[in-house]
């Protein structure tokens, strides 16, 4: 049997005022032309905020309105003075934007479960819908946060239905695509406000996924039941939970 090897991804999520967006998604599109000639570099998004789903910002605590995201062949690639240059490169690009601009996150992530990957992860094809859940857990929680996110999520028991764990219930609904989990690799940048320790990549057709009737009446449905029935929500903070669609570059 052939192993399957984990890939791994840079996640930088940044907010700036609106007057100030179109020279930060100008600097990202610069940095990701130069970060996918850096070898072993696969691939370099940069994506904006899809406003329409203004819902789903009060359920993060930050609100980024652009994303970099780069997959990379391997954990090595973070210590090549290629990948050091274009990274110092562009964080100094964003210090001299004015706002300010925030850095909401700035890590590197590995992919948990290379094994059961859906269809590759970040497949080609533009312009991508990413939806993307970042979230803190407590080491205290982190097996009942996995086994909630793989094996059951207690949708089951609340709704009827087969038992499955989260991702499994969140890709099930119509446009989703794949999803992708990711678990922390290393220590965030400095200049980064926050440290997650997981990151959810689901990739959707397009922001419509997340306005079908099938996902709307399960978050509905779901709010209905009120934070106090909602356990799940002690397992975990939840930085960014938002979608971004892939800018033209």
Do not use: C
Request: no cysteine; hydrophobic share 45%.
């Amino acid at each position: 049997m052939t192993d399957i090897k984990s890939k791994y991804v840079n996640l930088l999520a940044l907010q700036a005022p609106q007057a100030s967006q179109a020279l930060l998604a100008a600097a990202l599109g610069e940095a990701a032309q130069t970060l996918r000639s850096v070898p072993g570099v696969a691939q370099a998004i940069v994506s904006g905020a899809v406003s329409e789903f203004a819902a789903g910002r009060d359920l993060g605590e930050y609100t980024p309105s652009h994303t970099l995201v780069s997959e990379l062949a391997s954990a090595d690639v973070l210590d090549t003075a290629e990948w050091k240059d274009a990274r110092a490169a562009l964080h100094r690009a964003l210090a001299a934007i004015a706002g300010p601009v925030r850095v909401h996150i700035d890590k590197s992530f590995y992919e948990m479960h290379p094994g059961k990957r859906m269809q590759g992860v970040l497949a080609e094809r533009a312009p991508r819908t990413l939806f993307l859940i970042v979230q803190r857990v407590d080491a205290d929680k982190d097996a009942e946060y996995n086994y909630w996110f793989d094996v059951d999520d207690g949708s089951a028991a609340k709704y009827g239905g087969p038992v499955v764990g989260h991702l499994e219930e969140r890709v099930s609904h119509p446009g989703f695509i794949r999803g992708t989990r990711f678990k922390a690799l290393g220590t965030s940048h400095p200049a980064a406000e926050d440290d997650p320790g997981y990151l959810t990549i689901y990739e959707l057709e397009s922001p419509a996924a997340l306005q079908s009737d099938s996902y709307r009446g399960m978050m509905a449905a779901t709010v209905a039941t009120g934070d106090a029935a909602r356990p799940t929500l002690r397992l975990f903070k939840m930085p960014v939970r938002h979608a971004f669609v892939e800018l033209a570059q």
